[in-house]
Structure formats: structure tokens, C-alpha cells
């Protein structure tokens, strides 16, 4: 269990690396210098974490934890979940017939999309591990 929180920390010192050395990375474009194209890395989910925090927020809640639209980072949109990224995609794309999902195709780059997923999928995995943390620990220890 403490396992998870030193990688919490060290997930959130490698953040602050890669937007402190942003232009280096960028260098090399989305993916990396040898990544796959669309692969997601580190620094695609602190671009998306952005990007939903201006987009999606007002209505998803901070961190996709569900507003006035549903929660996005537990069950089916959880690691191992039934939602595909590619499904996420489209949702994000297209949006919803007759909801206030609207279709973020003209606004978003395909790439900002694939990054706010990247976002979600991350904050998803630190949700899950939250949840079994305090399922199996005494509250209030490390708060
Ligand atoms: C104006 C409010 C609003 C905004 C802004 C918004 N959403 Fe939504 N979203 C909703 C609502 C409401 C639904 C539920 C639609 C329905 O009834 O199926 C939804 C549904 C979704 C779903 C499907 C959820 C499910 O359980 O089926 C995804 C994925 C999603 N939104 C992602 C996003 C992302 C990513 C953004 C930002 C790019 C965004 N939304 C912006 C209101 C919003």
C-alpha cells in the first residue's frame, strides 16, 4: 500500500520535470523520440489534464469525477473497464444526440482528444487505487 503513494509522489515529481523541461520534450513531438504515433505518455496527460480542466469541467466535475455529466474515471471508464479509448474518442468527438454532450470534433484537435483520454485513463488508475487504499487502511492515516 505505501508502494502506491511513493508512486504518487514520484508520478507528480516527473509531472513537474516535464513541465519544467516542456520544450525539450516537445522536441521530439507527441510520443516521444522513438514512441508509436498516438501512443499515450507522461506528458500527453498533463496536456489533457489541462485541456479537461477548460473543456469539460464545468460539467464532469474536477478530475472527471461527475457534475451535471456522468463520472468518468470509475466501472466501465476504470482501468480494465468495458469502454475502449476508441469509444471515448467518439463520445468526445461526436458527443451525445439530444444531452448537453456536445461534440468536441471542431474544437479539439484529434491529438487534444487522445490527450484528455490519456488524462482520464491516468486519473482513473489513481482513483482505483485510492478507493482500494482506503478500503483496506484506516482512514485519516495520511490525511
Ligand atoms: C455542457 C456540459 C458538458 C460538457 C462541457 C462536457 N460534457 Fe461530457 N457529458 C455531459 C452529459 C450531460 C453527459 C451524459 C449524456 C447522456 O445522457 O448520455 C456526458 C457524457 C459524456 C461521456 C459518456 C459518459 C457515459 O457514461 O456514457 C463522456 C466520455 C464525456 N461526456 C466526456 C466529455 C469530455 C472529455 C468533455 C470535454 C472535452 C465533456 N464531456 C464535456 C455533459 C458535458
Known sequence: MQYTLIRGAATCALAAALALGATSVSAFGPGGPTGP??????????KGEELFGRNCQQC????GKGGKGPQLVK???GPGG????DYMY???SEGRANTQMGGFGPALKPEEIRQIIAFLREEA????????KA???DE????
Open 75 to 77: 466501472g466501465a471508464w
Open 135 to 137: 478500503a483496506t487502511q
Open 140 to 143: 485519516g492515516q495520511w490525511y
Open 82 to 85: 468495458a469502454n475502449s479509448d
Open 125 to 132: 488508475k489513481r482513483v482505483q487505487a485510492a478507493d482500494r
Open 37 to 46: 504515433a498516438g501512443a499515450a505518455t507522461e506528458s500527453d496527460a498533463s
Open 90 to 92: 467518439k463520445i468526445i
Open 60 to 63: 464532469h466535475n474536477s478530475r
